[in-house]
């Protein structure tokens, strides 16, 4: 049966800020066969293409003038395993948070610092999706991917992916080539709770969890910090961490630490990592909200590298807000942030 292929559809309930904006042309795919079926009408071959996961990574500035092909291919199911591994293909259209719930209930581990991230699973390789301390690419074992050109389905290993902080190919040399259709992962059998990375010792003893403690309580730790800092998406338009946490060479952090002494860093290779929310803060933009009456729009009073829509904005104003930022924290620290959320 063939998709439907409908006209002028408002995206609204398909992006996590919930901007009213409008797509030319909108389909849903649930398999590479109907996505093959879709990539074959003349409508969606001359038309520019989106394709649309969980719409949690999005900031849509104007109407879309081309298709939106709307990923909802499913399925969670472990295709291997020996002694120590297993592996675990999911449907691209899966939400990341379902596959780390199925993860954590077949007693595997890997995954659970990276609970409640929003979005699909088709979107996190993407940007090589992280949180406290982990990242995508340390399960990743391959994906399947289909070549929007010739409806052909290709395997790319960790290393075809380029994976970067928050970067792969298939957000600059591959980018709009692929449509990922599944992401295979090889997880653990046996626990490995990673609890180094910030508040998550302390949240597991704040919930009473004493001694080794499971992947299943660092899921529940993280999950705990996550509500507790970012607003809910269903109650507060916004997309997450807006942008990404900056890095720079150890004799930068040492300038700085000499005027903030409180500045917090994390030692990655080749420098420092700083946390774009402590510079947004210092820099004064926290809790800030613009707009007639109480605010349409602005930054989140708990996590500052939260961009919020309250109602009444549009995306402009939220590109502009997010320039403004940009332009503050290179003037004060001379660091330059740049967005995680792509802008459209």
Known sequence: MMPDLEQHVSLRPYNTFGLDVRARYFARFASADELRQLLRRPE???ADKLILGGGS???????FDGVVLKNEIRGLEIIGQDDATALVRAGAGESWHGL?????DQGLSGIENLSLIPGTVGAAPLQNIGAYGA???DTFDHLEALALGTGELRVFTAAECGFGYRESVFKNTLKNQFVVTAVVLRLHRQARPNVRYGAIAETLAELGITGEPTPQDVSRAVVHIRRSKLPDPAQVGNAGSFFKNPEVSQAKFDQLRSQYP???????????KLPAAWLIERAGWKGLRRGPGAGTHGVH????????????ATGHDLRQLAE????????QFGIELHPEVNIL
Not at 324 to 331: A, L, W, Y
């Open 44 to 46: 969606v071959q001359a």
């Open 301 to 312: 009073d708990r996590q500052a590298l939260v961009l919020v829509h309250h109602g009444g």
């Open 57 to 63: 990574n999005l900031l849509f500035t104007q109407d």
């Open 135 to 137: 990242e995508l690419r």
């Open 100 to 104: 780390v719930e199925y993860a954590l």
């Open 262 to 272: 409180e500045l917090p860093g994390y030692p990655v290779p080749g420098g420092v």
């Open 324 to 331: 403004e930022i940009i332009s503050s924290v290179r003037q």
